[in-house]
T-cell receptor
Framework: NAGVTQTPKFRILKIGQSMTLQCAQD?????MYWYRQDPGMGLKLIYY???????DKGEVPNGYNVSRSTTEDFPLRLELAAPSQTSVYFC????????????????FGDGTRLSIL | GENVEQHPSTLSVQEGDSAVIKCTYS??????FPWYKQELGKRPQLIID?????GEKKDQRIAVTLNKTAKHFSLHITETQPEDSAVYFC???????????FGTGTRLTVIP
């Protein structure tokens, strides 16, 4: 198993451009998450999904959109890139046996380092 | 509000000494407590976790203890080595949430 795969690894965007960060997992996990991590800081949850067709906002959703059309994929969309979105983005996945009870480890991808100039 | 607090934010120890990082959580119903290690430029990786039906779990030089009454859990690293230098994050589920809440991290430096 590859685990959680994120692409691209690095990207530089100009202000106002848009892009999609890709995330795929091959562990048949139902839960998937997007975090951002600013330099020297902790993890902030952007969006998460408990299954295909279901998404919900996390702590810092503004400026981002997500979709979950399949169990495997959870892309993160930036519509109008702003300098404040310069960060490292981590995708993670886990398996939960029942709703509203996150009690399984999250597996992280290697991250996408995004700079907006 | 619901949260996970982690202390200290930085910790320096001499090689061979022990390191202890503590986290407190607010929801008494939380039942799963993982610890992640993040090396510089790398992804967070699970190093140990504990469930609420046990008070302690060990894996070689790493141990986690849980005090459900006081609502805190701690990471213990014995015989520290330079490769233990990293940022460590604790986490816990809160109030029936579909996600884990992460602490703010502890930067551990092991001085050779």
């Amino acid at each position: 198993n590859a685990g959680v795969t994120q692409t691209p690894k690095f990207r530089i965007l100009k202000i106002g451009q848009s892009m999609t960060l890709q995330c795929a997992q091959d562990m048949n996990h139902n839960y998937m998450y997007w975090y951002r991590q600013d330099p020297g800081m902790g993890l902030k949850l952007i969006y998460y999904s408990v299954g295909a067709g279901i998404t919900d906002k996390g702590e810092v959703p503004n400026g981002y959109n997500v979709s979950r059309s399949t169990t495997e994929d959870f892309p993160l969309r930036l519509e109008l890139a702003a300098p404040s979105q310069t960060s490292v983005y981590f995708c993670a996945s886990s398996y939960s046996y029942r709703m509203r009870y996150s009690n399984q480890p999250q597996h992280f991808g290697d991250g996408t380092r995004l700079s907006i100039l | 509000g619901e949260n996970v607090e982690q202390h200290p934010s930085t910790l320096s120890v001499q090689e061979g000494d022990s390191a202890v990082i503590k986290c407190t959580y607010s929801d008494s119903a939380s039942n799963y407590f993982p610890w992640y290690k993040q090396e510089l430029g790398k992804r967070p990786q699970l190093i140990i976790d504990i469930r609420s039906n046990v008070g302690e779990k060990k894996d070689q030089r790493i141990a986690v203890t849980l005090n459900k009454t006081a609502k805190h859990f701690s990471l213990h690293i014995t015989e520290t080595q330079p490769e233990d230098s990293a940022v460590y994050f604790c986490a816990a589920p809160l109030k029936g949430a579909n996600n884990l809440f992460f602490g703010t991290g502890t930067r551990l430096t092991v001085i050779p």
